[in-house]
């Protein structure tokens, strides 16, 4: 299989995102509305950064509670969060409590996302998750990485949605698998790792 091209400058895109996180920043939290993407997720990481927790964790060990400093990716689609409340791609209060959340972690860099378009899907979910993301990358806070899973066809069109996202200054790689070495790239300050895989 041919990998995607790489948008123009996501390299030189990455490395400037980098220089902007303060060195105490080396974390990826991962904030998934299903379990195939956060998966996908881990594994790459992982090979990059070593261990990553979950609650859906790939090997037993890794899972919750994770120790202090360490990568974790949640699938917000989980039984646990989806239990008598609407499934996360469809009402994103979850993933914005949980954003709101990380904005006093001082070690984070990176906030990895999924954003699923579709007819079973939030009519804007980047209309709803834009405004917190720049609120949370303010002041070299966290740099927000986001993947938007869909076509032009789909009713959120999928170049509108990356659009907003970019413009409060998201980082939208073309798959979820660079997503997850963006999000490695910048907590090891090493920009060339967008190169990686697919």
Same mark, same amino acid.
């Given at each position: 299989?041919?990998?995607?091209?790489? $948008?123009?400058?996501?390299?030189?895109?990455?490395?400037?995102?980098? !220089?902007?996180?303060?060195?105490?920043?080396?974390?990826?939290?991962?904030?998934?509305?299903?379990?195939?993407? @956060?998966?996908?997720?881990?594994?790459?990481?992982?090979?990059?950064?070593? +261990?990553?927790?979950?609650?859906?964790?790939?090997?037993?060990?890794?899972?919750?509670?994770? +120790?202090?400093?360490?990568?974790? &990716?949640?699938?917000?689609?989980?039984?646990?969060?989806? =239990?008598?409340?609407?499934?996360?791609?469809?009402? &994103?209060?979850? =993933?914005?409590? &949980?954003? !709101?959340?990380?904005?006093?972690?001082?070690?984070?860099?990176?906030?990895?996302?999924?954003?699923?378009?579709?007819?079973?899907?939030?009519?804007? +979910?980047?209309?709803?998750?834009?405004?917190? @993301?720049?609120? &949370?990358?303010?002041?070299?806070?966290?740099?927000?990485?986001?993947?938007?899973?869909?076509?032009?066809?789909?009713?959120?069109?999928?170049?509108?949605?990356?659009?907003?996202?970019?413009?409060?200054? @998201?980082?939208?790689?073309?798959?979820?698998? =660079?997503?997850?070495?963006? $999000?490695?790239?910048? $907590?090891? !300050?090493?920009?060339?790792?967008?190169?990686?895989?697919?």
């Amino acid at each position: 299989m041919t990998p995607p091209p790489l $948008a123009g400058g996501l390299e030189e895109l990455v490395a400037a995102a980098g !220089r902007g996180l303060p060195p105490r920043r080396v974390r990826v939290q991962g904030l998934f509305s299903g379990g195939t993407l @956060c998966y996908e997720a881990q594994v790459i990481l992982e090979g990059h950064l070593g +261990p990553v927790h979950s609650n859906e964790p790939l090997r037993k060990d890794h899972d919750l509670p994770a +120790p202090e400093g360490a990568h974790v &990716l949640l699938d917000l689609g989980a039984e646990e969060y989806t =239990r008598g409340v609407p499934h996360p791609m469809i009402d &994103l209060s979850t =993933r914005l409590e &949980l954003l !709101r959340q990380q904005a006093g972690d001082e070690d984070l860099a990176v906030v990895l996302l999924d954003v699923v378009l579709g007819h079973g899907s939030h009519d804007d +979910p980047a209309g709803q998750l834009a405004p917190l @993301c720049a609120e &949370l990358m303010a002041d070299g806070g966290p740099q927000v990485v986001a993947y938007v899973l869909g076509t032009e066809q789909d009713p959120q069109s999928y170049s509108r949605q990356r659009t907003v996202l970019q413009a409060v200054g @998201c980082i939208v790689p073309e798959t979820n698998a =660079r997503a997850a070495h963006v $999000a490695a790239a910048l $907590a090891l !300050r090493r920009p060339e790792l967008v190169r990686t895989g697919l």
